[in-house]
Every structure is written in structure tokens, then in C-alpha cells.
């Protein structure tokens, strides 16, 4: 299981993880990259004591399917996989990293087929997309089993409590000082 860090920064560049890598931070998301910079990325903040969960769908060439899952299980050590995909999902469990469904909440058809997919297949964490929809969190909380995070379109210490307060466990930014200033750690 991964630090108990309570906001995750996303990278998306070798200068945004060297500044992770001068933070207490201990766990980051890695996308927006492409494939042969993941790797060292990875052996990077590994050396470092720090752990990396990759978003598969946001990887430039590596396949988003479960042969680019296992891929990225096997031959890049990784901590943690996040994808929208349950087969990827099913992949990351098999492979003993944690698995994080992503889920976007679009409208409330989506948002019932999506719990549904949760129900069945029962991922480590499922992150709700966009966080800024936190006041239908604790409603959706209620029948959940996995841990919750959220993200997207947070740019705020304002938001992250309100969003936290609802008892979304983590919330994902794609800024690093936001990240750096508001994360609880144990």
C-alpha cells in the first residue's frame, strides 16, 4: 500500500519529478509522458523512497490495454496503475499494484453505470473526476467499499479541505506547491 499522503501531485515532466523529488512528499502520479522517460522516471523516485502510480491512458507508446498494463506491472516495478478501463484494472489487481479506477462523472446515467462497474469489480481506490462535484461525495460514499479519491480542476487550499471534508481520502493536483502545502502525511 502507498504513503498515506492525503493530496498526490500528477508529473508530467523529468523537472517537475526532480522538484517532487525536493519535497516530504512520498507519492506522485506520473503522466503525460511518454514511454521512454517513465522508466527512468520511476528508477529515479524509487532510489528516492519514493513510490509512483502511472496513468496508463495518459502514457505516449504504450498500449492502453491489459498487455500495457502488465507491461508497465511487470517490467517498471510500478506502485499503483490508474485507468478508466476495468479490464486494466482487473490487470493491475492480478499484478499486485494498487489499482485506481478513474471514474468521470458526467451526468447522473454514467454515474449509475459506474458504480455498478465499482460493485463488480471492486478496485483498490476509484477517483471521481471532476473533485469540484464534492457535494454529491458523501451520498456516493455511502455504498462504496474502495478507498475514494478525487481530482480535477482543483486550484485551491479552499477546495482540497472541502473536498477532504466530504471523506474523499485523497485528492490528486496538477500542482506541485499545492500539493506540497496542503498534503497531510503520516
Not at 489487481?93 to 479506477?101: H, Q
Not at 455498478?116 to 464534492?134: C, G, H, M, R, S
Not at 471523506?167 to 500539493?179: F, M, P, Q
Request: with cysteine; net charge positive; glycine share 4%.
Amino acid at each position: 500500500m502507498i504513503s498515506k499522503q492525503t493530496v498526490i501531485p500528477v508529473i508530467s515532466s523529468m523537472k517537475g519529478l526532480e522538484a517532487f523529488l525536493l519535497t516530504p512528499l512520498k507519492v506522485c502520479i506520473l503522466q503525460d509522458l511518454h514511454i521512454n522517460h517513465v522508466k527512468d522516471m520511476i528508477k529515479i523516485a524509487h532510489e528516492n523512497n519514493r513510490e509512483v502510480i502511472v496513468h496508463i491512458e495518459l502514457i505516449q507508446g504504450v498500449s492502453n490495454d491489459e498487455f500495457g498494463a502488465q507491461y508497465l506491472c511487470q517490467q517498471f516495478k510500478i506502485d499503483g496503475l490508474i485507468s478508466s478501463k476495468p479490464k486494466i484494472i482487473e490487470v493491475a489487481m492480478k499484478s499486485k499494484v494498487l489499482a485506481i479506477l478513474r471514474i468521470f462523472m458526467m451526468d447522473s446515467k454514467s454515474l449509475k453505470r459506474s458504480l455498478q462497474i465499482i460493485d463488480t469489480l471492486n478496485p483498490d481506490v476509484v477517483e471521481f473526476l471532476p473533485a469540484l462535484t464534492y457535494e454529491i461525495f458523501p451520498e456516493i460514499l455511502k455504498n462504496l467499499h474502495s478507498e475514494v479519491w478525487a481530482g480535477g480542476l482543483i486550484k485551491n487550499a479552499t477546495q482540497i479541505k472541502a473536498v477532504l471534508a466530504t471523506g474523499i481520502k485523497r485528492v490528486t493536483v496538477s500542482n506541485l506547491e499545492l500539493a506540497k502545502s496542503n498534503a497531510l502525511m503520516e
